[in-house]
């Protein structure tokens, strides 16, 4: 069996500063969530142009897909790009939705720099005895924890739910102070996957619960929130996909004036995954639809690298306020 190997020493850092510097200065960390090296390539890039840190997500899906060894050398090659690029930004690899004290144990062992470990589904007191596991051995290696209550809708991945239960505020107290997570996710209306909410126009999205969000921000004073499920769904990668031969009837997700405003808030960590894949998958079909002879992976993924570049740029500096964090 491999000996563990530390985050420290792949150049990554935990997320505590971050939170810290984010809770005070009204913005929040973009979370990215990746799969391939060229979502990799193109938020690292996109972040240190923008000068922003940032949070390298991969879900239990994406390490089965993209293999746990090469994730890491991965993760050490994107810190190494970041500094050839001239600007050395806080990087953070980070397991989204880790399911089991197993596979938390996993990933600190294997070199990430912050864990989730969502018991939401869980009864109550198995939340916080499975939190509080995952919390002592991560914090014996200086890892950070992030944990949840409340139910997100959709899907991702291997996380599903048919319907959000909202967090209720009485409870978060009692759980930070129990099991000593270091961030916390909370449901306020915001939904994993592309299809957030059942209407048929953009104008009828409901708004985030910014109640439930402000009463919680009185109960835990100064600790940091985390958004799951905070796609907007940009309308303008729906319909290309749908001009290029797609079927993606009635996709909308959450606004961003919205999460400009949670940003704004106790909310540090706000997750996009969603947003990722259609850009990807946008410019991918637009590009073979135009180019129907063309067979270099280079070529139509180089196109979708170069649309996720622009985008993950306009999140940091339009919607998260990270530009110039770093």
Request: proline share 4%; aromatic share 8%.
């Amino acid at each position: 069996m491999s000996a563990a190997i530390s985050y420290k020493d792949l150049g990554l850092v935990n997320t505590r500063e971050m939170f810290k510097k984010a809770v005070d200065g009204g913005y929040a960390i973009p979370a990215y969530n990746f799969n391939n090296l060229e979502q990799l390539q193109a938020i690292i890039t996109a972040c240190v142009e923008t000068k922003s840190p940032v949070i390298l997500q991969l879900s239990k899906g994406a390490r089965n897909y993209a293999n746990a060894t090469m994730l890491r050398y991965m993760a050490m090659g994107a810190v190494e790009v970041a500094k050839e690029m001239g600007v050395e930004i806080p990087i953070t690899l980070h397991l989204d939705h880790g399911d089991s004290f197993g596979l938390c144990k996993s990933c600190i062992d294997n070199g990430f720099s912050s864990v989730m470990i969502d018991g939401s589904h869980l009864p109550y007191n198995d939340n916080v005895e499975l939190t509080r596991q995952v919390v002592q051995y991560a914090h014996e290696r200086d890892v950070t924890v992030e944990g949840e209550l409340g139910v997100l809708a959709g899907i991702e991945d291997d996380v599903v739910a048919e319907h959000s239960t909202y967090t209720s505020p009485d409870e978060v107290e009692d759980f930070v102070s129990k099991t000593g997570v270091d961030s916390l996710a909370i449901s306020i209306g915001t939904s994993h996957g592309a299809y957030k909410f059942k209407v048929d126009r953009i104008e009828d999205i409901p708004p985030l619960r910014f109640d439930i969000l402000e009463e919680i921000e009185k109960r835990i004073p100064g600790f940091p929130i985390v958004l799951h499920g905070a796609s907007s769904v940009v309308q303008e990668y729906v319909s290309l996909i749908n001009e290029y031969g797609g079927k993606m009837e009635n996709a909308f997700g959450v606004p961003e004036d919205q999460l400009r405003q949670a940003a704004g808030s106790a909310v540090c960590k706000i997750n996009i995954d969603s947003d990722g894949r259609l850009a990807v998958t946008a410019k991918v079909r637009e590009f073979l639809a135009n180019n129907p002879g063309e067979f270099d992976p280079r070529k139509y993924l180089g196109a979708a690298r170069n649309e996720l570049v622009e985008l993950v740029k306009h999140k940091n500096e339009k919607v998260l306020g990270s530009a110039g964090r770093a």
